[in-house]
């Protein structure tokens, strides 16, 4: 499903350079829940970014069901990801002004699903995550957890290859924690959904299928074995 060849990144702002990622090779199937752990600032989200062609490698390849993703002209790719990828970052990034009705249907409506389509495809999913009583309330009248299983319905609206997130229990308690997480694990059941998570949270990556550890700009498989990845 997605493949990530040599990947480096290395950013230069005034005179310094910072050579973040030096050269990631991974591959990941579909209906895998992967996780990458690693200190702050090693290049997860840059990573993570790249893999969702949310910014573009120094150099290396990113192929996602076949596509090369940055060999396509950024209109294209723009596009493509939009349909192909769901994101779900730490603080949910819901649109203030808009209901968690109008939040997940934008990303269809930008595709050009119909309106009475992507109104259905909305509902049934925001039903999905239970929300099905909180359709027209905005991010500021929802929860923590709330606004983050919203994040979710909106991440899988497209019916995206993957869906790819980013500390995406950081900011929540235990119980709704571990309600998103069983969230997304059921999605992954039921729906048969990838997903690339970044995570510091022992519950989340102890449940992955694998664990990826970045160190020193490579991946690394994490095997557990009582330590701290
Ligand atoms: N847009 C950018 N410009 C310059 N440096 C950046 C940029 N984005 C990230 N970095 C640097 O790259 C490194 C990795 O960042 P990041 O991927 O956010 O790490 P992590 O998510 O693992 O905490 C950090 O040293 C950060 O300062
Ligand atoms: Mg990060």
């Known amino acids: 499903m997605l493949e990530v060849q040599e990947l480096t990144k290395t950013f230069t ?5 910072v050579d973040v990622l030096k050269g990631i090779d991974l591959e990941i ?3 895998e829940i992967v996780a990458i752990v690693g200190p702050s600032g090693v290049g997860k989200s840059t ?3 790249i893999m969702g062609a949310l910014e573009t490698p120094t150099s ?3 192929f996602l069901e076949g596509t090369d993703v940055f060999a396509m002209p950024d209109n294209e790719r723009a596009s493509f990801r939009n349909r192909a990828v769901g994101f779900v970052f730490q603080f949910h990034h819901l649109m203030r ?3 968690a009705l109008e939040n ?3 990303p269809c409506l930008i595709a050009g699903v119909p309106r009475n389509e992507a109104v259905a495809r909305a509902e049934e999913l925001l039903d999905g995550v239970r929300l099905a009583d909180r359709l027209h309330h905005k991010p500021g009248e929802l929860s923590g957890g709330e606004e983050q299983r919203a994040a979710v319905a909106r991440a899988l609206a497209t019916r995206p290859l993957m869906v790819l997130a980013d500390e995406p229990s950081g900011n929540l308690d235990r119980a709704n924690s571990e309600e998103l997480h069983d969230l997304i694990w059921g999605l992954r059941d039921s729906l048969e959904q ?3 998570i970044v995570t510091h949270n022992p519950d989340l990556y102890g449940r992955a299928d694998r664990v990826v550890a970045l160190k020193d700009g490579r991946a690394e ?3 557990g074995e009582g330590r701290e990845p």
């Open 60 to 62: 290396g390849r990113v």
């Open 13 to 17: 702002t005034g005179p310094e350079t």
């Open 194 to 196: 990838t997903f690339v």
């Open 221 to 223: 498989r994490w095997e």
């Open 97 to 99: 002004e808009l209901t």
């Open 29 to 31: 199937g579909k209906g």
């Open 104 to 106: 997940v249907m934008m």
């Open 47 to 49: 990573l993570l970014h």
